[in-house]
C-alpha cells in the first residue's frame, strides 16, 4: 500500500518560488517507476491537475515553465518546483500516483494514490 506523504508548502511571497517533495512513506520505493501527477486546489474551485509524468518519464514542465516536476531516484521522491508565484496560485497542492497508468491523466479520479497535500500561501 502506497502511503503518499507531501511536504514543502509555505507562506511565500509573490515573485517566489517553493519545491515541493512527495515521498511513499512505506518505503517500497515503487513510486520511481509510477505515474505520479501534482494538482491543487483552491478554497472553492476544482482539484487542477498542474504537472504530470508518465511511468518513464524523470521530468517534466509546464505552465510555460511555471511547473517543474522531475523525480529525485537517490531519495525515492517526486519533486515540484514552482516558479514566479502569484497569489492566485495559493491552494492545497496534492501528489498523486497511480499503478495502473502508464501516461498521465487529467481527471483526479485517475489516480489512486494520494498525499495529504500541502499548503501553499501566496501574500504580500
Known amino acids: 500500500q502506497l502511503q503518499l506523504v507531501a511536504s514543502g508548502g509555505g507562506l511565500v511571497h509573490p515573485g517566489g518560488s517553493l519545491r515541493l517533495s512527495c515521498v511513499d512513506a512505506?518505503?517500497?520505493?515503487?513510486?520511481?517507476?509510477?505515474?505520479v501527477a501534482w494538482f491543487r486546489q483552491a478554497p472553492g474551485s476544482e482539484r487542477e491537475r498542474v504537472s504530470c509524468m508518465s511511468r518513464q518519464a524523470t521530468s517534466a514542465n509546464s505552465g510555460m515553465g511555471k511547473f517543474t516536476m522531475r523525480r529525485d531516484f537517490a531519495k525515492h521522491m517526486v519533486l515540484l518546483e514552482v516558479n514566479d508565484l502569484k497569489t492566485e496560485d495559493t491552494a492545497v497542492y496534492y501528489c498523486?500516483?497511480?499503478?495502473?497508468?502508464?501516461?498521465?491523466?487529467?481527471?483526479?479520479?485517475?489516480?489512486?494514490?494520494w498525499g495529504q497535500g500541502t499548503q501553499v500561501t501566496v501574500s504580500a
Open positions: 498523486a500516483a497511480d499503478r495502473r497508468l502508464t501516461g498521465c491523466a487529467a481527471r483526479p479520479e485517475d489516480y489512486e494514490y
Open positions: 512505506g518505503g517500497a520505493f515503487i513510486l520511481d517507476s509510477m505515474a
